[in-house]
């Protein structure tokens, strides 16, 4: 398939991500529809259940996809599982999310992503630009956007499961409490990273996943 913009997700599978593909709607890894969401969220739905690491993308002239997933394969190789505390359910401006309380680990692995894999990135149109423009960015945001393509990323970076758009039913929050209560408030590790491709409908596709591989070195007496 066609991709029109590449991204760089933790695409969580297990029971985790079934129950967040099953929230949603749409199973981006094995490309389905699910008939029965729980919520009205179209935005959410085509993006599937993930946590953005490196934001979508318009792949630059010249590169391809098979040298975009070997230099995250490669990435991944090097990188660790990173611990990500407890998923904790939060509003997010007007959007629910779920949020790890131990961000570190992740952040890294974003900051890492962002910047070395930026030369596979096609600079954003000036419609692209005025519109991340016409949401009121901070100085730094701005920066972000000049240099990275995307406004909320390295120290403006919050890592979150997306639940919901902005125009959500009020009980939403007793609805994603009660619908995710198995997985809510659980230690949870980030094992992998997940290339994904966006069709001409908007919505995104898991191409293939990568293991943080590198070994945890013990520390010397």
Known sequence: MSWTRYA???APEGHLGELGASWLGWDIHNARRIATPEIEAPKARRYGF???LKPPFALAEGCSEAALSQALADIAAGAEPQSLGRLELRQMGKIWV??????????????????????????????????????????????????????YVLSEFHPHLTLSDA???????AQARSFFAPVLDRPMVM??????????????HAIESFTLSRARMSKAC
Do not use: C
Request: negative net charge; charged residues 30%; glycine residues 8%.
């Open 167 to 173: 125009r959500v039913p009020e009980d939403v929050e």
């Open 98 to 151: 779920m949020a790890p309380s131990d961000t570190s680990g992740i952040s890294e692995i974003a900051g890492r992503l962002v910047r070395e894999l930026d030369a596979f990135r096609a600079p954003p149109d000036e419609v692209e630009l005025a519109r991340r423009r016409g949401r009121g960015l901070t100085t730094v945001q701005e920066e972000n956007l000049k240099t990275w393509g995307y406004p």
């Open 50 to 52: 993930h946590a953005t």
């Open 8 to 10: 760089v997700y933790w």
């Open 191 to 204: 094992q992998d990273v997940t290339l994904m491709g966006e069709d001409a409908l908007g919505r995104f």
